[in-house]
Nanobody, 122 residues
Framework: QVQLVESGGGLVQPGGSLSLSCATS????????MGWHRQAPGKQRELVAS???????NYADSVKGRFSISRDNAKNTVNLTLSSLKPEDTAVYYC????????????????WGQGIQVTISS
């Protein structure tokens, strides 16, 4: 059973920085797209950033120039560096991966982490 576990969240002052990491466990053959999503109270979950296996990145307009996503294909991990943080960045952040569990199974499965709280407040 594949599991994704986020780490690195917490309380940060406005203008500060934070790094989130997402580690995997279980049987993984390869990972396609990795992404970070967030959900603020009373709002829908939204895509923050994604990165393809080849390293092509995509960011929500609200975080462009402030957040940076990276991945390690050998370790099947994904990181999100958050900088110039604003109170509106406060949310639960989720990592997400589309992956293949074995060479013989061509189905791509979507997995999500349990989420981690990021709070921006003075």
């Amino acid at each position: 059973q594949v599991q994704l576990v986020e780490s690195g969240g917490g309380l940060v002052q406005p203008g500060g920085s934070l790094s989130l990491s997402c580690a995997t466990s279980g049987s993984i053959f390869a990972v396609n797209v990795m992404g970070w999503h967030r959900q603020a109270p009373g709002k829908q979950r939204e895509l923050v950033a994604s990165i393809t296996r080849g390293g092509i990145t995509n960011y929500a307009d609200s975080v462009k120039g402030r957040f940076s996503i990276s991945r390690d294909n050998a370790k099947n991990t994904v990181n999100l560096t958050l900088s110039s943080l604003k109170p509106e960045d406060t949310a639960v952040y989720y990592c997400q991966m589309g992956l293949w569990v074995s060479r013989s199974n061509r189905n791509e499965y979507q997995y999500w982490g349990q989420g981690i709280q990021v709070t921006i407040s003075s």
